[in-house]
């Protein structure tokens, strides 16, 4: 008689290439997959037992673009709220720790993620800066040396985002073109992947041709059909998932070349709605059979990352997977690593001590002294009369900005903004290498009244503000500044919410149903100061990301993002 760890008896278990339910006794050994009977005439000698009770059992979810710091959260705390999500595995992209800390950043956030609950691979950073130093200041750089260095790490299973997309087709001396021209030399199948938003024909092929063959970004249907077309693996996240998306994705039969990702998930979000478990729900919501749902985000990343201990409930294959209580609203009952429980619904939560604390240098990394009013009067090319400027507009459904040019009058040489219908946005260096400041307009959908003011934009993590009037705006820089990282909401010269982010100004150490309501509290006020988006939080953060279409705002001023360039606030 056959001895193992663990029976699972009486379970529908998701086959991922017949793609059915079938009625099936698993057996578990050593932490993996052994056999699935399916007759159930075999006996064994279990040392344990689950009664399946005819619920459905499908392999643990694998999200393989995500960055842990879009939650605010360390590893620690991200990890716990994730098992109760039945995310098993996940390949998470450190840009935004190592826009602050450089490489050693990126090796002090593997080091937190250390004894997780659940596996945590990560991408190897390759724009840090997202463009290049003429056009955004960060507090570390990561050369073609460190990723040399990353890539020998076990813990690292790609390249992660490439996002200088506009640069890298060009000729160029990018440290992630050095490294690329290396890596094809050692690893052929090393997977590289990409952001590319808007990128289309020749300049798309030209992308491709360098090996970066996956994308997560925003896409219109004919750019979603160029990247199926070119052989590229596409990422869908939340603002891709949509009924036209999975319509063409269906016709088309591309079920093969995709996969559920959730690249950001802000820290309420994650708390009240879900992680990757939110978009299967969200699938089978919007028509997606139930099988292919769990198959896009089981089978299909496992694949694109060369996991292939994982991602399926085969024999050898890690026993890492879900049992749901009904497959159609995707209710999980329970989450398995490894075939140990690690979270089951109605038991008392479980904190993981997995966590390892930051240097003490990550809770002073805000090196700016504090702001009068003064700093955010704008002055003018002349004297008196009107000027015209460049305003970012912001839309609903989209963090995508587009160029609108405003007019605006101008007293004793200073622009008088504040009946014009635009906030005045501004960024602030804040990492002791210069102190410069840019500023902007913005218009559209934001907050109209009071400001509201962040050191967790993206990518830089500079100190971005935007306001109705200088006495807000200066009351939440200043804010922030004492709180050493976080995000303010600020309205008649009183503080409305705020989340502290004293870690790197872009991390709380305070576990995930803490920040996750702070959180909570400054979208709130975002939206009571007149904030119209499906994600301000998102929205406002990415003013300042010079890679994604059209106009945006760094400490060196307002960036073209087509153009990769530096243009005039005024025109």
């Known amino acids: 008689m056959q001895n193992i760890d663990l029976l699972v008896r009486d379970v529908r278990a998701f086959n991922s290439y017949f793609k059915t339910f079938d009625k099936v006794d698993v057996w578990i050994s050593d932490g993996k997959i052994l056999y699935i009977d399916r007759k159930k005439t075999r006996e064994c000698n279990a040392k344990s037992y689950i009664d399946g009770d005819d619920r459905w059992m499908i392999p643990g979810l694998i999200d393989i673009h995500m960055h842990i710091e879009s939650s605010m ?13 039945g995310v ?73 985002e490439v996002m200088n997309y506009r640069q890298i087709i060009r000729k160029n001396d990018l440290e992630i073109s050095k490294f690329l021209k290396k890596l094809r030399t050692i690893d052929r199948l090393f997977p590289i992947e990409g952001h590319c938003p808007a990128l289309v024909d020749l300049d798309l092929a030209k992308f491709l041709y360098l090996g970066i063959n996956g994308d997560h970004t925003e896409h219109n249907i004919e750019e979603l059909r160029q990247r199926f077309a070119g052989g590229m693996f596409v990422e869908i996240q939340e603002k891709m998932l ?45 028509g997606f059979e139930p099988a292919q749902a769990v198959y896009n985000a089981t089978f299909t990343p ?75 009067h ?46 005045l946005a501004a960024v602030l260096e804040r990492y002791g290498k210069g102190g410069g400041i840019g500023f902007g307009f913005v218009t559209g959908d934001c907050h109209k009244r009071g400001a509201v003011a962040t050191s967790y934009a993206h990518d830089c993590h500079n100190m971005l503000v935007a306001g109705a009037n200088v006495k807000d705006i200066a009351l939440a820089v200043n804010r922030l500044i004492e709180l050493q990282g976080g995000m303010v909401a600020v309205d008649g010269g009183q503080v409305q919410a705020e989340l502290q982010l004293n870690i790197g100004g872009i991390l709380s150490g305070r576990p995930a149903a803490e920040i996750g309501a702070a959180l909570g509290c400054v979208r709130a006020a975002m939206e009571a100061q007149g904030y119209r988006h499906y994600n301000p939080i998102m929205s406002f953060c990415t003013l300042t990301l ?26």
């Open 546 to 571: 010079p890679v994604s279409p059209a106009l945006k705002l760094t400490d060196k001023g307002l960036i073209d993002v087509k153009a990769a360039c530096v243009v005039p606030l005024f025109v």
């Open 88 to 160: 098993t595995t996940i390949v998470s992209e450190p840009h935004e720790m190592a826009n602050v800390g450089g490489v050693q950043g990126v090796l002090d956030m593997i080091r937190a993620g250390e004894n997780s609950p659940i596996d945590i691979f990560y991408g190897i950073p390759s724009s840090v800066p997202s463009t290049k130093p003429e056009l955004e200041t960060t507090g570390g750089v990561i050369y073609c040396k460190d990723m040399e260095r990353l890539k020998e790490n076990p813990a690292v299973a790609c390249v992660g």
């Open 242 to 286: 949509n009924c036209e998306v999975l319509e063409f994705i269906h016709k088309h039969n591309l079920y093969e070349y995709f996969c559920f990702v959730t690249d950001d998930v802000m820290a309420d979000t994650l708390q009240t709605q879900g992680h990757l478990d939110a978009l299967v729900r969200k699938a089978i919501k919007d």
């Open 302 to 376: 496992a694949r694109r990352m060369n996991f292939f201990d994982r991602g399926a409930l085969d024999p050898g294959k890690k026993a890492d997977f879900l049992l749901l209580d009904a497959l159609d609203t995707f209710s999980i009952a329970a989450t398995y690593k490894d075939g140990s429980c690690i979270y089951e619904k109605g038991a008392p939560a479980r904190t993981w001590n997995n966590g390892t604390d930051f240097a003490e240098a990550y809770y002073h990394s805000i090196r700016l002294r504090m702001q009068n009013e003064q700093t955010f």
């Open 378 to 423: 704008v002055k003018a090319p002349i004297m008196e009369g009107t000027v015209r400027v460049r305003a970012m507009e912001m839309r609903d459904g989209s963090t995508r900005t587009a160029e609108r040019i405003v007019e605006m009058p101008v007293q004793g040489g200073l622009v008088q903004w504040e009946q014009s219908g635009c906030l």
């Open 73 to 85: 959260m360390t590893p620690a705390a991200f990890c716990d709220r994730l098992v109760e999500c």
